[in-house]
């Protein structure tokens, strides 16, 4: 049996799966636990990279590895290879400033044309744009710029810092993916090279970038192993998942993401549908809303029950809770892009005022929410057919009855699982299996 190995390194925790190349049977797992907070040293992602893999049974017997990763985060390495400073996470918000300067020079019809993305906070361009303007001296250090999960296959391999690593900092042995590489913000989907002006113009100069490997695409580790390009965290879920064309992924976590597999990239100058790649050649198109699971915590909150009690106050109501409507934005909203709303209930009249109601209406208002998010990409032309519900709020009943009346698709709720993880195990026994 070859086995091969999938590593999630999420913003939370580093999870690491080993499968059956043939049957993709979990054999053995390990998890370890990321620190708190949007600025973080990569070292504290490496080091829990080795502990996972430890309770994970390690990598001796392991013939092919693939690594995952939360998207757009800013590693910074100098000459020599070493980290320059913290990394800063895709949550991390300090660059909207960046973002609209950016938008300014550039426009946003043109950026969005060129990468398939207006920037946002949230991209690595906006941060090197940030890290030129505050920390200069840090920027005129950069040698190369990687990604979390680019950093961390380049030190899995075998390369790094002199003296902390076996092959030493060859900045060229940097390899990423498409869908990693489309989230940062000066990739071009079109021709699937970088943007080197749009580089310059964030960092204030060119530096070294990871090489973008194809689908079917490997490189060795310093033991001879196969190693996958990798994946940003939603495509490397779509593949885990096993998403085809015409597919939609409704993510009910914390905030709410849609995303769906297309067969052409999308273009949105709005910047409402983020134009990125997905790991197997095909585009992901992807919408992400702010208000998802918390409001079900609010409601439920309100109403001083849990959640198996709200799913049934809310399935003991009729369709439309009898008028009440709830608009969920309680933290504004990003999709539509109103950062300073806040949430709205109406229909209020003595009959429709009741619990049940109440509990129905913040189900139909999440789900609405994330049914926007189809909008958008259904404006676009991206064909959806099936929806996958995933994350915490999938778990509810109420929202899994509840789903495919608001969004309008047949709807299908896998078991709970670490696709990330099982995403890139699925890719790196692809590229066992090539020639």
């Not at 799966?17 to 054999?27: E, F, K, M, P, R």
């Not at 992602?45 to 013939?63: M, P, T």
């Not at 106050?313 to 709303?341: K, S």
């Amino acid at each position: 049996m070859a086995l091969v190995m999938g590593v999630d390194s999420s913003t939370q925790s580093c999870k690491v799966l080993v499968t059956d190349a043939t049957t993709g049977a979990i054999v053995r797992q390990g998890r370890a636990a990321h620190p708190d907070g949007t600025e973080v040293d990569p070292a504290a992602w490496w080091q829990a990279l080795q502990a996972a893999l430890s309770d994970a049974g390690g990598l001796d017997d392991i013939v092919a590895w693939s690594v995952g990763g939360q998207q757009h985060g800013m590693v910074v390495l100098d000459e020599d290879g070493r980290v320059i400073r913290h990394a800063l996470l895709w949550n991390d918000t300090r660059s909207a400033n960046a973002a609209n300067d950016l938008i300014a020079e550039f426009g946003a019809a043109a950026l969005a044309d060129r990468t398939g993305l207006v920037p946002v906070a949230s991209f690595t361009i906006t941060k090197l744009r940030w890290l030129r303007d505050h920390e200069p001296e840090n920027a005129a250090r950069v040698a190369a710029v990687a990604l979390p999960h680019d950093w961390l296959t380049w030190r899995l391999r075998g390369y790094g810092p002199t003296g902390d690593s076996a092959l030493g900092p060859v900045l060229e042995e940097l390899i990423t993916d498409r869908s990693d590489a489309s989230g940062t913000g000066y990739w071009n989907p079109t021709t699937g090279g970088y943007d080197r002006e749009l580089l310059a113009a964030a960092l204030g100069h060119d530096a070294a970038l990871p090489r973008v490997l194809g689908p079917q695409d490997f490189v060795l580790d310093a033991d001879g192993r196969r190693v996958a390009p990798g994946a940003g965290d939603n495509a490397g879920a779509a593949l885990g998942l096993g998403a085809n064309v015409g597919d939609v992924v409704v993510s009910i976590g914390t905030s709410g993401t849609v995303f769906a597999v297309s067969e052409r990239r999308t273009v949105d100058p709005t910047g409402a549908v983020a134009g990125f790649a997905d790991c197997t050649g095909h585009f992901l198109p992807l919408v992400a809303t702010l208000n998802a699971a918390r409001v079900l915590d609010a409601i439920g909150r309100l109403l001083g029950v849990d959640h198996a009690e709200l799913s049934r106050l809310a399935l003991t109501a009729e369709p439309g809770a009898d008028g009440l409507t709830l608009v969920p934005y309680f933290e504004g909203e990003r999709t539509p892009n109103l950062p300073d709303a806040t949430a709205q209930l109406s229909g209020m009249t003595l009959a429709s005022t009741t619990r049940e109601n109440l509990a129905r209406a913040a189900v139909e208002g999440m789900l609405s929410g994330l049914a926007g998010g189809m909008n958008a990409l259904r404006a676009l032309g991206v064909p959806l057919e099936r929806a996958l519900l995933v994350g915490g709020g999938a778990q509810s009943e109420a929202v899994r009855q509840i789903a495919p009346l608001v969004l309008g698709l047949t709807v299908e709720v896998p078991e709970p699982g670490e696709y990330v993880a099982l995403g890139a195990a699925r890719q790196a026994a692809n590229v066992l299996a090539a020639r």
